[in-house]
């Protein structure tokens, strides 16, 4: 890895040198045709008042500027009429004497806006709330771009007056509503004070240019020229003695648009560039490949670390199981050696124990055996067709005898015959003994285990259940692995082999092993045979 890395370093640090070498050679030339296509760009900004090269847009006429409005005009007198509705209203504080008389100037339709606003106005001095909010509720939404005396758009005024102002933040700061930079940051922040908006910034801006920006001495008119104010680029024209118009440079738009545009036009993406960058492209595969290397290797170590572990647990397991046996055979075979004269009942009995310790026996070291053969490629079976009712029923019989002993009772489902499938006679044994064993072993409290045989869907089916602890979903998985065991079991004994080498037979078979089963209820397992026609398609 300590060379390999040492490689992808240097690679990476030559690579490095060749971009820094291209991007001076180019820097120069990209400079100056970027420069000429921002001043062409410009130019036609002043003609297409939508070109995005320009952005906070500034009109100057006799020094001040005037767009965008950093001020509101001064107020403008209400016409004559109202002259007599105000003097009640105001001078003589009657709302009351001035209501009747606004509503007769609204009557004319000459002032529909602002005979509103002040019959609005009127409600609210009366206490007539929930009037006076009706009023400008409508006021609002019929004349949103009338203006008031003070030039401020009723959209906005009569809508803060309603308690209306669900999207008027965002409807004045998309500009939907031309009014003075002093409006637009007091309704802003009568909305909302905490939150910021960049409607304001052409507003700072007009207010850097009315305060800094200094146009050359005499511009002649039509001529675009540039200036620095602050951190911004300024093109600017004068339209006549009096008038200048003009804009900030959108340095986004230049940098994410006009930039890369001219990049490709300049060839600046081919073959070296393109070269450069195969060529770390080839070092990121092989720091890949490092990477994925180091991952397998992690995954096959812990795989190891693994089946180690479980190994460790079967060796242990095997070595509890040939105990149990072999020291009840030893254990009733002295006795029966020291007592010659027990009664023919107890030596019966005792002899039972020898052969049914023996027959475990034998499971074992045959199970055991099974696997060293399945582990080095060596199993073979002797697949012959045939009818697997009887033999079924056989081995269910002679097991059954050990298991109604042990106090289980076996109800079986087993027809007479079943279709003919090809199947090795001892191997079927030893699947559905280990079958039956972990029933009874997995039982519980239940002792009822049943066994049905069944043929469907091209298939002859095998079922053991039983009705105790059951297998919880996240491990039914793995229960067909060798040396799995699953955790928590209650039941004693066992060491991992056995659904193994119950999955390894049915899949020779060209069968499968199946599994239901719900924590507490119990648990059903299938050998699912295919029929002979069915069992030469899937072989082949």
């Excluded at 001064?74 to 709302?95: D, M, V």
């Excluded at 951190?231 to 440079?249: C, H, K, M, P």
Aim: charged share 25%; with cysteine; net charge neutral.
């Amino acid at each position: 890895m300590a060379p390999v890395c040492g490689l992808l370093w240097l690679g990476l640090q030559s690579f490095e040198r060749q971009r820094q070498a291209l991007d001076t050679l180019t820097a120069e030339k990209l400079d100056t045709e970027l420069q000429a296509r921002t001043t062409a760009a410009a130019r036609q900004a002043f003609v297409d008042k939508t070109h995005p090269i320009a952005r906070d847009r500034f009109v100057i006429e006799q020094g001040t500027v005037v767009t965008p409005a950093l001020r509101a005009p001064l107020p403008a007198q209400a016409p004559p009429e109202f002259a007599e509705a105000e003097r009640l209203e105001l001078t003589l504080g009657r709302p009351d004497l001035a209501l009747p008389a606004y509503r007769a100037l609204l009557d004319t339709h000459r002032w529909d806006a602002l005979a509103s606003s002040r019959i609005a106005r009127c409600l609210s001095r009366l206490g007539r709330t929930t009037e006076a909010r009706t009023t400008w509720r409508t006021l609002a939404q019929s004349h949103p771009d009338a203006r008031d005396l003070s030039h401020r758009p009723f959209g906005i005024v009569a809508a803060i007056e309603a308690g209306e102002t669900q999207g008027l933040y965002e409807q004045i700061a998309s500009g939907r509503w031309v009014i003075s930079g002093e409006q637009a940051e007091y309704f802003l922040n009568t909305l909302d004070p905490v939150r910021t908006s960049p409607y304001l910034e052409r507003f700072r801006f007009a207010r850097e240019v009315q305060d800094k920006f200094r146009p050359n001495d005499s511009p002649r008119p039509g001529e675009v020229q540039t200036s620095r104010l602050n951190d911004r680029t300024i093109f600017y024209r004068a339209e006549n003695a009096d008038r200048l118009t003009g804009f900030a440079l959108d340095q986004a738009w230049v940098d994410g648009t006009l930039r890369p545009e001219l990049e490709r036009e300049l060839g600046m993406t081919s073959r070296t560039r393109q070269d450069l960058w195969l060529y770390g492209g080839a070092l990121a595969l092989v720091l890949l490949v490092l990477s994925a290397g180091v991952l397998l290797l992690l995954r096959d170590i812990s795989r190891e670390a693994r089946v180690n572990r479980l190994r460790s647990e079967f060796v242990s397991g095997v070595s509890h199981e040939l105990k149990t046996p072999i020291t009840l055979i030893r254990l009733y075979g002295e006795t029966l050696l020291r007592h010659r004269n027990l009664a023919d009942a107890e030596r019966d009995g005792f002899y039972r124990i020898i052969t049914r310790e023996s027959d475990r026996l034998g499971r074992l070291v045959n199970q055991v055996l099974s696997f060293s053969r399945v582990e080095r490629g060596d199993q073979t079976y002797a697949l012959e067709e045939g009818d697997p009712a009887p033999v079924l029923a056989g081995i269910v019989k002679d097991y059954g005898e050990l298991l109604a002993r042990a106090g289980f009772s076996v109800k079986c489902s087993l027809p007479t015959s079943a279709p003919a499938v090809r199947f090795d006679a001892a191997a079927l044994s030893q699947a559905v003994v280990n079958l039956l064993d972990n029933a009874a072993k997995y039982s519980g409290e239940s002792r009822e285990i049943v066994v049905r045989l069944q043929a469907a869907d091209g298939c002859v089916t095998f079922e053991v259940e039983d009705h105790g602890v059951g297998i919880p979903p996240a491990e039914q998985s793995r229960i067909f692995e060798r040396f799995y065991r699953a955790p928590n079991r209650t039941a004693t004994g066992g060491y991992g082999l056995g659904l193994f080498m119950v999955r390894h037979i049915m899949e020779a078979h060209g069968g499968r092993a199946e599994v239901e089963s719900e924590p507490g209820r119990g648990s059903r397992f299938r050998l699912v045979f295919p029929v002979v026609s069915e069992w030469a398609h899937t072989a082949s």
